[in-house]
């Protein structure tokens, strides 16, 4: 039995915008966003979703469907840059939201957007030394640059909760290779100072910190692990989904393999394009990217999945960048991810500015608001009141989307 990644669940906001929209309002070519960055839609928080409600709806999706498992749950660990305290975690909001066990320890991890994966590590170190406790690992994140920034198209939102423990091939949904490469280097390419609620970023220079995080900790795992054949599937994190393109590209010429134009397009397509399809229509989850594209892979390739092998690369600025490998189980129920893109709400680039400002404003001034719409969701966040943040969980929203056929009306999805 090994310690591996058991299910995985999706969380993403109300309302999104299209790039083309977007493109249009900032007067700049739709194939840009389009094609240029690979972007379609762009995930935007209403006023009662932020990182810790976006996360409750996915762990809490998650729990729905193991409910066996709830009262096992040892260690709740949240990977996010969106932290919304400097000393409180994120863990602990959802370790009351979802009734977790009172012996389970609930921590933040950060370090940009590779936070989720070592929070992913650190829980599968620790299932393997408990074999009959789960742990949940959780990401989740909002995006958020400066309007009319070079970043602003490349924002989003949304959280992944995954579920780890130990168990055959049989209940698995992806057992993780023993060895990893890593890669840290110090660098200033994206950051948020703790004063700032939106981010900084040497947009060039961060992609090539990230690409060459990739050969740096793909040679790393080369040293270390022997099974050198080539993966069925890559998954990258996703800040814009052209990157997976350019990190495809880099990879593959670094090991040689002389891809033609032609050629890559035709590899890309079976074995990348799979899963990236939904980093297209959410946009940048920082922490969640990777694993948002490995729920889009599961929801593209299901029963295909079996026994495939995938290669996954986390990248984190600043910088921690981990190359590892994955080989797929047989617990591959289908996944139902078209149900959040079809809840969603469209807005229009002006109510997109609106929700942008005021989400800033609102942490600036500690307001608490409450919207009666917002109360519909099963995890609403109210406001701040004396400093304190207030989040309501309405069991009487929870009761009517379990009641209610899952599939028209959850605002958190089955992804695998
Ligand atoms: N039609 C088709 N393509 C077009 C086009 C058009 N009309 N106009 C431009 N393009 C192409 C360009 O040729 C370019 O392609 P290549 O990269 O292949 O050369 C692409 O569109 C982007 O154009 P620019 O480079 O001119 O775009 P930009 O100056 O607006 O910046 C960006 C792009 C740097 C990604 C910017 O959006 C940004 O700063 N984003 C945030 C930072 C980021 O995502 N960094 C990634 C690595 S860091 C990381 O991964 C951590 C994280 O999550 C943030």
């Known amino acids: ?96 939201l979802l009734n977790l066990p009172k012996s389970c320890r609930a921590f933040e991890v950060k370090h940009a957007c590779y936070g989720g994966t070592a929070g992913l590590q650190m829980a599968r170190a620790w299932t393997q030394q408990h074999p009959k406790r789960y742990a949940l690992v959780i990401t989740t994140d909002i995006a958020r640059y400066e309007r009319y920034s070079p970043g602003e198209s490349t924002q989003g939102a949304g959280a992944v909760a995954m579920l780890i423990g130990s168990a055959a091939a049989e209940q698995t949904l992806l057992t993780l290779s023993k060895e990893s490469g890593v890669h840290a280097n110090e660098v200033y390419d994206f950051w948020r100072p703790t004063y700032q609620s939106t981010a900084q970023v040497k947009g060039k220079f961060s992609i090539s910190c990230y690409l060459d995080g990739l050969v740096e900790a793909f040679e790393d795992y080369k040293a270390r692990e022997n099974d050198h054949t080539e993966p069925d599937y890559f998954l990258f994190h996703v800040p814009f989904p ?71 690369f986390s990248y984190g600025s600043g910088s921690c960048s981990e190359y590892f490998t994955g080989t797929f189980g047989h617990n591959l129920p289908k996944p139902h991810l078209h149900n959040i893109l079809n809840w969603r709400k469209e807005v229009d680039v002006a109510t997109y500015e609106q929700l942008h400002d005021e989400a800033l404003a609102m942490e600036r001034n500690q307001s608490l608001r409450i919207e009666l719409e917002d109360l519909q969701h099963p995890f609403t966040f109210l406001g701040i009141r004396d400093h304190e943040r207030i989040y309501k969980r309405n069991d009487l929203a929870i009761q009517s989307t379990s009641a209610k056929d899952n599939d028209s009306i959850s605002p958190t999805i089955r992804a695998c």
Request: net charge neutral; with cysteine.
């Open 1 to 96: 039995m090994d310690a591996a990644i058991l299910d995985v669940s999706v969380a993403t906001p109300k309302y999104y915008v299209k790039h083309e929209e977007l493109a249009k309002a900032r007067g700049i070519d739709p194939d840009k966003y389009r094609y240029g960055l690979g972007c379609w839609e762009m995930a935007v928080c209403s006023p009662g979703e932020d990182a810790v409600t976006l996360a409750a709806q996915a762990a809490f999706d998650l729990l729905q469907r193991h409910p066996n498992v709830a009262d096992q749950i040892g260690l709740c660990v949240v990977g996010t840059e969106s932290g919304v305290d400097q000393a409180k975690p994120i863990a602990i909001y959802l370790h009351q």
């Open 242 to 312: 052209r990157m997976a393109r350019k990190a495809f590209r880099r990879l593959s010429d670094h090991k040689g393999l002389n891809y033609s134009d032609e050629m890559i397009e035709n590899v890309f397509e079976n074995k990348v394009e799979p899963g990236l399809w939904i980093n297209r229509r959410i946009g940048n989850i920082y922490t969640g990217s990777l694993y948002l594209m490995l729920a889009g892979l599961c929801e593209r390739e299901g029963e295909k999945l079996r026994d495939k092998r995938i290669a996954l």
